[in-house]
């Protein structure tokens, strides 16, 4: 398994602003992830930040919204870019750890735009 | 799309009864995950399950994955209080760790 932390836990931002989030593992993993869930709903995936490669972005997110940073197999950052209301959620991260086949999640930021 | 559909959206039990989650795509999957969440809070993970047929146990809950692949069960045993929180599958549907994840079931057991 791995022990993941993320700071802040939570935080309220006004719109406009930018706000980076941190994502910690105790071990080093090549394949993290970051999601989002917003009120009341399920995960969604963000992208996937695996160290050594440019960060991969699913449908509907894009880096200038959501610039990731993948500086070593430990450490990932998330920033959440001129923020809006609409932007409300739990940010997650996630990893899978070297040779085996579960994600692992982080506590989650819970982000609230004014 | 793919989708992950889960049933029921939420449940309320009295303690000490059994329950089931389900969970059901309409694709293949590499692999079906069982975790749990508190409100607010990260996921923990509680099962993984790749094989058809598969069955696993941990303390009260059971997770079993159909010959096909396509459907999951969650069933807790003689619910208490701790297990109270939303229940969520996951799923590798592509074998690239891009998890797909149902809308969750929200139980609640009460004392």
């Known amino acids: 398994s791995a022990v993941i932390s993320q700071k802040p836990s939570r935080d309220i931002c006004q719109r406009g602003t930018s706000l980076t989030i941190q994502c910690q593992v105790d071990s080093q993993v090549t394949m993290m992830f970051w999601y989002r869930q917003q009120p009341g709903q399920s995960l969604t995936l963000i992208a996937t930040a695996n160290q050594g490669s440019e960060a991969t972005y699913e449908s509907g997110f894009v880096i200038d919204k959501f610039p990731i940073s993948r500086p070593n197999l430990t450490f990932s950052t998330l920033t959440v870019s001129n923020m809006s209301p609409e932007d409300s959620s739990i940010y997650l991260c996630?990893?899978?750890?070297?040779?085996?086949?579960?994600?692992?999640f982080g506590p989650g930021t819970r982000l609230l735009v004014l | 799309s793919q989708e992950l559909e889960q049933s029921p959206q939420s449940l309320i039990v009295q303690e000490g009864k059994n329950l089931t989650i389900n969970c059901t795509s309409s694709k293949t999957l590499y692999g079906l995950y069982w975790y749990k969440q508190k409100y607010g809070e990260g996921l923990i993970f509680l099962m993984m399950?790749?094989?058809?047929?598969e069955e696993k146990s941990h303390e009260k809950i059971t997770a079993k994955l159909d010959e096909k692949k396509q459907q999951s069960s969650l069933h807790i045993t003689a619910s208490q209080p701790s297990h109270a929180g939303i229940y969520l599958c996951g799923a590798d549907i592509r074998g690239t760790y891009k998890y797909i994840f149902g809308t969750g079931t929200r139980l609640k057991v009460l004392a």
């Open positions: 399950l790749q094989k058809g047929g």
């Open positions: 996630s990893v899978v750890p070297d040779f085996q086949e579960t994600q692992y």
